[in-house]
């Protein structure tokens, strides 16, 4: 599976951006697919992953600035493409972001060393 993200940029705090990952080599719909983020000197977090059939979402809300209610995760499977909606943007919001795919099961998991298949990164960084 190949994983091109896209999207990232500057963007002053409180604003939007939407991150995409177009995947390609496997059937798309068979993926759960998930959003990891890392920043400077930080290790890899879970941000958000959804089901196959899109019908399931997961957001991390175990930091003290979760990104649940902010952000929406989706996907298209006719286009092969899973989205990150980013919305009430903050400084802590600012690393690099990666789409993954977890192959191995339909279910989701916030670990990332579940997933089998990374993307490049897409750099997101918010001024205040």
């Known amino acids: 599976v190949q994983l091109q993200a896209s999207g990232g940029g500057l963007v002053q705090a409180g604003g939007s951006l939407r991150l995409s990952c177009a995947a390609s080599?496997?059937?798309?719909?068979?993926?759960?697919m998930g959003w990891f983020r890392q920043a400077p000197g930080k290790e890899r977090e879970f941000v958000a992953a959804?089901?196959?059939?899109?019908?399931?979402?997961?957001?991390?809300?175990s930091y003290a600035d979760s990104v649940k209610g902010r952000f929406t995760i989706s996907r298209d499977n006719a286009k092969n493409t899973v989205y990150l909606q980013m919305n009430s943007l903050n400084a802590e919001d600012t690393a690099v972001y990666y789409c993954?795919?977890?192959?191995?099961?339909?279910?989701?998991?916030?670990?990332?060393?579940?997933?089998?298949?990374w993307g490049q990164g897409t750099q997101v960084t918010v001024s205040s």
């Open positions: 080599g496997r059937t798309f719909s068979s993926l759960v």
């Open positions: 959804i089901t196959r059939s899109g019908s399931s979402t997961y957001y991390a809300d």
């Open positions: 993954a795919v977890r192959s191995r099961s339909v279910l989701i998991t916030t670990m990332p060393s579940e997933y089998d298949y």
